[in-house]
């Protein structure tokens, strides 16, 4: 199957290792084919791809969108909304606003009525989109391992084959997976972001992850 990861920033870079490692055909999609890090990525990836947006787009049977919030809806807009028609697309996006964090906690762009998932599914009807690795840090989004098991990932979405599609690559990623709903339930999976980098703004603690615990 092939991967089309939107976006060459270290999200981008370390979820297209991700899937490499797992023996998809990937292609990492950068808006500046010639940046140092995403050259040094294809050289120390073997048989990793890269193109344009809209070449990622097309290649992709499955799409990540892995740029950042302010600049998601730009992303699709230049890989062509025409090329995500009928495709799984994992949104890993947070709205998070152009400026500075207050006491560690980050501000966002989008509001408790709305998520930047909902807009994302409303510029590709016909796209299966599901939320997902948007409330962990890239170093734990492949084979985390923590003493007290696999943390858990939440997901979102309307698309349920899509949804069942990507709780597979979950977990052979390493993940359990909680199915959270429907697409509104990106108001309440967005602001794990938020939660999450709270403990390294104020304590430079990064390395944790969440996990849901049941009788």
């Known amino acids: ?9 270290i999200v981008g870079r370390v979820l297209a290792t991700a899937f490499l ?48 919030g302010l600049v998601v809806e730009d992303a699709i807009s230049l890989a062509g909304k025409e090329h ?20 560690g906690v980050l501000k966002f762009f989008t509001t408790l009525e709305d998520s930047l998932m909902e807009r994302i599914q409303k510029l590709l009807p016909d796209a299966g989109v599901v939320k997902a690795f948007n409330s962990v840090g890239n170093a734990f ?25 990507v709780t597979e690559l979950l977990t052979a990623f390493g993940w359990e997976t909680e199915d959270m709903g429907k697409v509104e339930a990106a108001r309440a999976i967005e602001p794990l972001c938020v939660l999450w980098c709270i403990p390294g703004a104020i304590r430079n603690q990064w390395t944790h992850a969440f996990k849901l615990l049941k009788l």
């Open 1 to 9: 199957m092939k991967i089309g990861v939107i976006g060459s920033g």
């Open 141 to 165: 989004m492949y084979r985390p391992n923590f003493p007290g098991g696999p943390p858990t990932m939440f997901i979102c979405g309307n698309d349920e084959q899509a949804k069942k599609t």
């Open 84 to 103: 995500f028609f009928g495709k799984v697309v994992i949104d890993s996006t947070n709205p998070i606003a152009g400026v500075p964090p207050e006491n």
């Open 21 to 68: 490692k797992e023996g998809y055909t990937v292609m990492l999609g950068t808006r500046n084919l010639s940046k140092e890090e995403v050259l040094q990525w294809q050289n120390e990836n073997a048989g990793g791809l890269l193109g344009s947006f809209q070449e990622t787009a097309q290649f992709g049977e499955i799409i990540i969108l892995a740029v950042g």
